[in-house]
T-cell receptor, first 116, second 113 residues
Framework: AQTVTQSQPEMSVQEAETVTLSCTYD???????LFWYKQPPSRQMILVIRQEAYKQQNATENRFSVNFQKAAKSFSLKISDSQLGDAAMYFC?????????????FGSGTKLNVKP | EPEVTQTPSHQVTQMGQEVILRCVPISNHLYFYWYRQILGQKVEFLVS????????KSEIFDDQFSVERPDGSNFTLKIRSTKLEDSAMYFCASRPGGGNEQYFGPGTRLTVT
């Protein structure tokens, strides 16, 4: 079964600085999607960024970028120029394209604090 | 922008009682999901629903759980006889037919006493 691991329960970053959140996963599949979701306090999870495993190029969305290392099964999220509004829980998620194609496997989350 | 909504935001119930958690997915979406997150633990998949039937369920989703899309807009999760260990945050999600991203609701916090 697929597992997703986020080894950092909580992290802090100074406003305007850069922070990297770690995610590793375990799978025997070659084709899949990876996602980072953000969950602000008392609000729903929203998609931050998505990476297709067949793409070698790392996904980027404005200040958010990923470092996808397929061989190492690593999918870290880098947030540049951190803003107060980035403070949230961040979840890494895996979606298979081969088996059990519907569901997501989530990590346990990383709580990001942004200090002014 | 359309959003998935869930009601209530917090439900307190006594052990053994039935609860129904309600979700309104985004209107043109075709796939629907329930996940739960016990405090301090991972978000876990419960069930997926497509074309008016369950397409996949986890081992957590036993006979005490059921889902329904009664009227084409609501998507409900029923827990027949709640247990203390059912206390968790329950998230509903939906996905369009051709998409890969799931859109999540804000969650319902269920507390079983």
């Amino acid at each position: 079964a697929q597992t997703v691991t986020q080894s950092q329960p909580e992290m802090s970053v100074q406003e305007a600085e850069t922070v990297t959140l770690s995610c590793t996963y375990d799978t025997s599949e070659s084709d899949y999607y990876l996602f980072w979701y953000k969950q602000p306090p008392s609000r729903q999870m929203i998609l931050v960024i998505r990476q297709e495993a067949y793409k070698q190029q790392n996904a980027t969305e404005n200040r958010f970028s990923v470092n996808f290392q397929k061989a190492a099964k690593s999918f870290s999220l880098k947030i540049s120029d951190s803003q107060l509004g980035d403070a949230a829980m961040y979840f890494c998620a895996y979606r298979s394209l081969q088996y059990n194609f519907n569901k997501f496997y989530f990590g346990s989350g990383t709580k990001l604090n942004v200090k002014p | 922008e359309p959003e998935v909504t869930q009601t209530p935001s917090h439900q307190v119930t006594q052990m053994g009682q039935e609860v129904i958690l309600r979700c309104v997915p985004i209107s043109n979406h075709l796939y629907f999901y329930w996940y739960r997150q016990i405090l301090g633990q991972k978000v876990e998949f419960l069930v997926s629903f497509y074309n008016n039937e369950i397409s996949e369920k986890s081992e957590i989703f036993d006979d005490q759980f059921s889902v329904e899309r009664p009227d084409g807009s609501n998507f409900t999760l029923k827990i027949r006889s709640t247990k203390l260990e059912d206390s968790a945050m329950y998230f509903c999600a939906s996905r369009p037919g051709g998409g890969n991203e799931q859109y999540f609701g804000p969650g319902t916090r269920l507390t079983v006493t």
